[in-house]
């Protein structure tokens, strides 16, 4: 009973971590397309699944805690789920909570690819503003300004962004 209930969690788990995974693809959308609104609406519903998550994962570290026990099991050990597999003797239940192992961590890696490509995209957007405004900054403010071509003013004149002199 105990185990049906981990492998339902476990389930749950990897449902959860699929709908972060679709919020990642829109979130790399969103960042691709600086939609900042859409960001923000993204980062909030992650929030959300996060606490989902957590709470998901105190049902499961309570469940196997709940499958020692049954095993006759006194002690409160931090398994994993392959070393809690080798306690499992029914061939049917090992069987789907290896599926199951392998279905969650195969999201996972999906999912921690995702974000880091995301936060590769928002690491170039960040570079490309300071460029852009050390850009923007690169003229004095005079430079800047409109004067008449016949006023020659004492400070250099430049053309364009580049000095192109060699």
Do not use: C, W
């Amino acid at each position: 009973m105990a185990l049906t209930t981990l492998i339902e969690l476990l389930e749950r788990l990897n449902e959860v971590h699929i709908q972060m995974l679709d919020l990642a693809a829109t979130k790399k959308q969103a960042i691709m397309e600086n939609k900042i609104e859409m960001l923000i609406q993204i980062i909030n519903k992650e929030s959300k699944q996060m606490k989902t998550i957590e709470q998901l994962e105190e049902e499961r570290a309570q469940a196997i805690y709940a499958f020692l026990q049954g095993a006759g099991i006194r002690s409160n050990l931090n398994l994993n789920l392959s070393e809690l597999s080798r306690l499992v003797f029914d061939l049917d239940e090992k069987q789907r909570l290896l599926h199951i192992q392998r279905k969650l961590a195969g999201t996972l890696q999906q999912l921690k690819e995702a974000n880091a490509l995301n936060q590769q995209l928002i690491q170039q957007s960040l570079s490309y503003i300071d460029f852009s405004i050390e850009s923007m900054s690169y003229y004095s403010e005079t430079e800047a300004t409109y004067h008449h071509p016949a006023e020659k003013s004492g400070g250099v004149q430049r053309s364009g962004l580049f000095d192109t002199r060699a």
